[in-house]
């Protein structure tokens, strides 16, 4: 008959009487912890259902071998024990875990098993940290120097700390970044009876002004690294012209302005550090590309390069004087051609090159163009001082050739685009 009331694993049907795992999902489904922790499935059964721990609280968490016999109910109040009273009262934890276990045997036990044995070296690191700042001072003083030393303060005249409202020996301002950030702690208090809601507001307060410290530390990093409030009062300028760097050029600026958000991640050596790199990327790739081009040219030798710089530079020259000639000669012979409508005209000579060529494109004669020109700059020249003026053009001029002429005028630099 004794037979009968043991229990088996479904499994392996090995004898789970102690201990064993229920499915609560699927009936007459009880497994041993061996094929528990397997997750061994069968027949409906799978590996994520839920389970239910069946116990007697007679089996033993470490073992046949270990002293006193601590069964896993013991083990379970013994935990909770701890958590209640917190390490120390074992008296309490014994009255807890029952009359069976004295003070002494609940101190031993938790001691070997959960601080000395396998557990514990498990969970607790051999050397634990020091996480708090010894302020202690060596030489016998009443304050550490890490408390009473202060930053070195900013090297500026006093005209220039009254003007940023900088207080030296605090290395503080009088005005700082989000002035009213004490407001959110300064009518804080702890009382006892303050619920569990009350409580983490307030530490939400406290959570919120610690981070607008944070900030604020972090902006006058930030002013001090970059050597912003030199900038600030001029100073800068003086120390460029003392230390010349190499010229930026109009890209790299450009490309300054757009990272600029990288300064709060960056420390300034870092950030210049980062553009001479580029600048150096920059100079070697161009490198590159030259000597790649003398390879395709057959240059295999430094010193055969000069010999072809020299060479391919005197048939540059060559080539652009001749360029240059026939382009003379071409304007000349097209001058002669192209002013032959308007030449002859009266006005002429008072053009330019450039209005000679717009009068005969547009077959304006010279003294008309000139009539036009001195209406659109005097209507240009009322309008920017204020005076109401009405414009009276030519009726020969049409909307096509206003509209030429105006856009040559502000080409020119005779009006402003606006008045265009």
Request: aromatic share 8%; net charge neutral.
């Amino acid at each position: 008959m004794a037979e009968l009331g043991k229990k088996y694993c479904v499994y392996c049907l090995a004898e789970v009487s102690p201990l064993r795992f229920r499915c609560t999902e699927c009936a007459d489904i009880e497994l041993c912890p061996e094929c528990f922790s397997a997750v061994a499935e069968i027949g409906p059964h799978r590996r994520w259902h839920g389970y239910q721990l069946v116990d007697g609280g007679r089996f033993t968490l470490w073992g046949a071998e270990a002293e006193g016999g601590w069964s896993s109910r013991e083990e379970q109040l013994l935990l909770d024990a701890i958590e209640q009273f917190g390490f120390g009262n074992w008296e309490d934890m014994a009255a807890h875990v029952g009359a069976s276990r004295t003070p002494q045997e609940v101190m031993e036990h938790y001691v070997s098993m959960y601080i000395h044995g396998n557990l514990g070296k498990a969970c607790i690191p051999d050397t634990i940290p020091n996480r708090v700042t010894d302020h202690t001072c060596p030489s016998g003083g009443p304050l550490s120097p890490s408390l009473t030393t202060p930053l070195p303060p900013l090297d500026i005249s006093v005209a220039e700390q009254q003007q940023l409202g900088y207080m030296p020996l605090r290395d503080d301002y009088e005005i700082e970044y989000d002035q009213d950030a004490e407001t959110l702690i300064s009518g804080l208090s702890v009382n006892y009876d303050d619920d569990d809601v009350e409580i983490e507001l307030k530490r939400a307060h406290v959570d919120m002004y610690v981070r607008k410290l944070k900030e604020r530390q972090r902006r006058k990093n930030i002013a001090r690294d970059y050597n912003l409030v030199p900038a600030f009062l001029g100073k800068d300028k003086k120390d460029k012209e003392k230390a010349p760097k190499r010229k930026i050029t109009k890209e790299e600026k450009e490309l300054r302005l757009k990272l600029r958000p990288l300064y709060q991640f960056m420390s300034c050596k870092e950030f210049e550090d980062f553009f001479e790199n580029m600048h150096k990327e920059r100079i070697l790739r161009a490198k590159i590309r030259e000597l790649q081009r003398y390879r395709r040219n057959g240059i295999t030798k430094m010193e055969e390069s000069a010999e072809y710089e020299a060479a391919r530079h005197k048939r540059e020259k060559r080539k652009e004087n001749k360029n240059i000639a026939s382009s003379k000669r071409g304007k000349e012979e097209g001058k002669e051609g192209e002013f032959a409508a308007i030449e002859n005209l009266p006005g002429f000579e008072l053009l330019s090159d450039r209005e000679k060529v717009l009068c005969s494109s547009l077959n304006l004669s010279p003294a008309r163009y000139v009539t036009v020109k001195t209406i659109i700059i005097k209507d240009h020249l009322q309008k920017r001082q204020g005076i109401p003026s009405k414009s009276r053009l030519p009726s020969y001029l049409d909307k096509v050739l206003k509209k030429r002429i105006l856009n040559f005028l502000t080409e020119s630099g005779w009006i402003s685009r606006d008045a265009s």
